[in-house]
């Protein structure tokens, strides 16, 4: 069974830093596109990073410059290199995996993770 498990979360400054991580396991078949989601309360989830399966890269106009998503394929990890944080990028930010259809931001998931919470003051 396929499981996602975030970690790396936490309380930062603005200006601060953080680096997310997730761990998948239970993939078979090779290797998938995965991708950082987050929400916000009162808002709804939107796409922060995604990274296909050839490894090319698509972020959200609102972290572009400042995230940068990686993976380590023969680990099954995922990363989110967060940069000059603001209040406006507290959320929970969400692991997912599985691109069933769609390209880049406008992938549509078919695993998730729990999430692991983000709170810049």
């Known amino acids: 069974d396929v499981q996602l498990v975030e970690s790396g979360g936490g309380s930062v400054q603005g200006g601060g830093s953080l680096r997310l991580f997730c761990a998948a396991s239970?993939?078979?078949?090779?290797?998938?596109?995965m991708a950082w989601f987050r929400q916000a309360p009162g808002k709804q989830r939107e796409p922060v990073a995604v990274i296909d399966t050839s490894g090319r890269t698509s972020y959200a106009d609102s972290v572009k410059g400042r995230f940068t998503i990686s993976a380590d394929n023969l680990k099954n990890h995922l990363y989110l290199e967060m940069n000059a944080l603001n209040p406006d990028d507290t959320a929970m930010y969400i692991c997912?995996?599985?691109?069933?259809?769609?390209?880049?931001?406008?992938?549509?998931?078919?695993?998730w993770g729990q999430g692991t919470q983000v709170t810049v003051s």
């Open positions: 997912a995996a599985h691109c069933l259809r769609g390209r880049g931001l406008a992938c549509v998931f078919g695993y």
């Open positions: 239970g993939f078979t078949g090779g290797t998938y596109s």
